[in-house]
C-alpha cells in the first residue's frame, strides 16, 4: 500500500507544477509576458503553449495513455 501512494505522490508533483505552469501562462502575468519576449516569442504564443501543456498533463493523466503523456511531457 506504501507504494502505492508514494507512486502517486510522485506522479501527482510534477502534474502540480505543470498545471500552475500552464495557468499562470493563462492569466498572461508580466513575467511570462517578458520572459517570452526576451526568447523571441511572439505574445500570441503564449495561450498557443498552454493549451499545448494542458493536453499533455491531460493525456499523462488518463491511465491509459499515460505512458504517451510521459512522453510528451518529457519532450515539452
Excluded: H, N
Excluded at 505543470?18 to 517570452?36: D, H, N
Excluded at 505574445?43 to 499523462?60: F, S
Aim: charged share 10%; with cysteine.
Amino acid at each position: 500500500m506504501k507504494a502505492v501512494w508514494t507512486g502517486r505522490v510522485l506522479r501527482a508533483i510534477p502534474v502540480l507544477m505543470l498545471l500552475f505552469s500552464a495557468a499562470v501562462k493563462f492569466m498572461r502575468t508580466p513575467a511570462v509576458v517578458q520572459g517570452f519576449a526576451q526568447y523571441g516569442f511572439p505574445d500570441k504564443m503564449i495561450l498557443v503553449i498552454a493549451i499545448i501543456e494542458l493536453g499533455c498533463v491531460v493525456v499523462y493523466l488518463i491511465p491509459r495513455t499515460a505512458i504517451l503523456g510521459a512522453i510528451l511531457l518529457s519532450g515539452y
